[in-house]
């Protein structure tokens, strides 16, 4: 399609609004000049590339004006041209309103803005494209309710009892909005557990859901089912560490052995608490817990800090026979944990056997009678006895 223009001159003046004959008089002086006449805009026919019509345009760049609003704030003196920016304007017709070249579209009255940096004499080749408005439909692909995704954890539970740890299970609510609960996935799930040895020195990741551990069919489910086997807390494991994470939840929970395996040596029947004083002074260098073991073998041991329980009450009667008693020591309730170690020994808690200072012994006090001894043991046994000062009398001559 061609445009043909009777007075393309006019139009111009028509669009910056400005005296018609002293802007064509001045376009005409412009044409005139040295360089020859500059070749106007010219168009080639519309053609259709597929579902889209195009028009390519083809322009030589003019010399340059000044727009007619610039003129005075120019000859103010404080203005000058912008020798970095200009506007190049194309005449197209107003019949290609809406059609636009890198973004850039006809104007209503036929006109092509185009700002960027334009040379006289420079050719332009555009290609206008017509704005083509089309409908169109998008559809959703729809998938399977994943299962064991929840969009929000509500919860974790287990099953703890008798050192058995079972039905452990994630609640909360999936996309589709349905609140479920759900035995552990490893695919889904992380999942760690760590056991801590009663040695006190030791530990050992048994399940990680990181890793293809086979330990983990014990926690996780196959297929939805719940798992296999139950995960038992050895007797050499004092307690264990279990932390669950799923889409932002995570949780540690902390299970004790119940039935801690007792460290050191073990009686299983007691006979004789004995007690070796010294003769001279009455200290009380030892006392031993003497009986048999499991196996019905004859076994001795210390009184044992920190596993064994001990109380002690001093009776006291002053030269005048006045009488009181007082408890020196007690475990169980924090006092004399320092003086409770001259009746018990001091034990290795990375050594489960090793006994790394025996008692230090026990003295009485200037006016202590006797002294009652109440024993808790770590196998469970409760055991009482008075202890005489027999230099009490001596003392008190």
């Given at each position: 399609?061609?445009?043909?223009?009777?007075?393309?001159?006019?139009?111009?003046a028509?669009?910056?609004?400005?005296?018609?004959?002293?802007?064509i008089?001045?376009?005409?002086?412009?044409?005139?000049?040295?360089?020859?006449?500059?070749?106007?805009?010219?168009?080639?026919?519309?053609?259709?590339?597929?579902?889209?019509?195009?028009?390519?345009?083809?322009?030589?760049?003019?010399?340059?004006?000044?727009?007619?609003d610039?003129?005075?704030?120019?000859?103010?003196g404080?203005?000058?041209?912008?020798?970095?920016?200009?506007?190049?304007?194309?005449?197209?017709g107003?019949?290609?309103?809406?059609w636009?070249?890198?973004?850039?579209?006809?104007?209503?009255?036929?006109?092509?803005?185009?700002?960027?940096?334009?040379?006289?004499?420079?050719?332009?080749?555009?290609?206008?494209?017509?704005?083509?408005?089309?409908?169109?439909?998008?559809?959703?692909?729809?998938?399977?309710v994943?299962?064991?995704?929840?969009?929000?954890?509500?919860?974790?539970?287990?099953?703890?009892e008798?050192?058995?740890?079972?039905?452990?299970?994630?609640?909360?609510?999936?996309?589709?909005?349905?609140?479920?609960?759900?035995?552990?996935?490893?695919?889904?799930?992380?999942?760690?557990?760590?056991?801590?040895?009663?040695?006190?020195?030791?530990?050992?990741a048994?399940?990680?859901?990181?890793?293809?551990?086979?330990?983990?069919?014990?926690?996780?489910?196959?297929?939805?089912?719940?798992?296999?086997?139950?995960?038992?807390?050895?007797?050499?494991?004092?307690?264990?560490?279990?932390?669950?994470?799923?889409?932002?939840?995570?949780?540690?929970?902390?299970?004790?052995?119940?039935t801690?395996?007792?460290?050191?040596?073990?009686?299983?029947?007691?006979?004789?608490?004995?007690?070796?004083?010294?003769?001279?002074?009455?200290?009380?260098?030892?006392?031993?817990?003497?009986?048999?073991?499991?196996?019905?073998?004859?076994?001795?041991?210390y009184?044992?800090?920190?596993?064994?329980?001990?109380?002690?009450?001093?009776?006291?009667?002053?030269?005048n026979?006045?009488?009181?008693?007082?408890?020196?020591?007690?475990?169980?309730?924090?006092?004399?944990?320092?003086?409770?170690?001259?009746?018990?020994?001091?034990?290795?808690?990375?050594?489960?056997?090793?006994?790394?200072?025996?008692?230090r012994?026990?003295?009485?006090?200037?006016?202590?009678?006797?002294?009652?001894?109440?024993?808790?043991?770590?196998?469970?046994?409760?055991?009482?006895?008075?202890?005489?000062?027999?230099?009490?009398?001596?003392?008190?001559?």
């Amino acid at each position: 399609m061609t445009t043909k223009m009777q007075h393309p001159y006019e139009l111009f003046a028509y669009q910056v609004g400005q005296d018609m004959k002293s802007l064509i008089a001045r376009v005409k002086a412009l044409e005139t000049q040295s360089h020859g006449e500059n070749t106007p805009p010219t168009t080639q026919p519309a053609t259709t590339s597929g579902q889209i019509s195009v028009l390519e345009l083809r322009t030589v760049v003019p010399s340059a004006i000044n727009y007619p609003d610039d003129e005075a704030k120019l000859a103010s003196g404080d203005y000058v041209v912008d020798t970095n920016r200009n506007d190049l304007q194309i005449y197209v017709g107003k019949q290609y309103e809406g059609w636009e070249v890198n973004g850039v579209k006809v104007s209503e009255e036929g006109w092509l803005k185009l700002k960027s940096i334009y040379r006289q004499g420079e050719l332009v080749n555009l290609t206008l494209k017509s704005p083509l408005n089309v409908s169109s439909v998008l559809y959703n692909h729809i998938r399977e309710v994943d299962l064991n995704h929840f969009a929000s954890v509500t919860d974790f539970t287990y099953k703890f009892e008798h050192n058995t740890l079972s039905e452990l299970k994630l609640h909360g609510v999936l996309e589709n909005g349905k609140a479920v609960s759900r035995y552990l996935n490893q695919e889904s799930d992380y999942l760690q557990v760590i056991e801590y040895y009663n040695n006190g020195a030791s530990y050992n990741a048994i399940a990680d859901s990181s890793y293809p551990y086979e330990d983990n069919k014990q926690f996780f489910s196959q297929n939805g089912e719940k798992p296999s086997e139950d995960y038992h807390i050895p007797e050499e494991v004092d307690y264990i560490e279990l932390t669950i994470s799923h889409n932002g939840f995570s949780k540690t929970i902390t299970l004790h052995n119940e039935t801690p395996k007792i460290k050191g040596v073990v009686l299983a029947h007691i006979d004789e608490l004995s007690i070796t004083q010294n003769q001279s002074d009455g200290l009380i260098e030892e006392i031993k817990l003497k009986g048999t073991n499991a196996h019905g073998q004859p076994e001795e041991r210390y009184l044992e800090y920190g596993r064994d329980k001990l109380k002690v009450t001093a009776f006291e009667e002053d030269v005048n026979g006045q009488t009181s008693e007082f408890v020196t020591i007690d475990t169980n309730a924090g006092i004399g944990n320092d003086e409770a170690t001259e009746l018990m020994a001091e034990v290795d808690e990375y050594d489960p056997n090793r006994i790394t200072n025996p008692p230090r012994g026990f003295g009485f006090g200037v006016d202590e009678t006797k002294i009652r001894l109440e024993i808790t043991t770590k196998e469970g046994f409760e055991l009482s006895k008075e202890v005489e000062n027999f230099k009490w009398e001596e003392h008190h001559q």
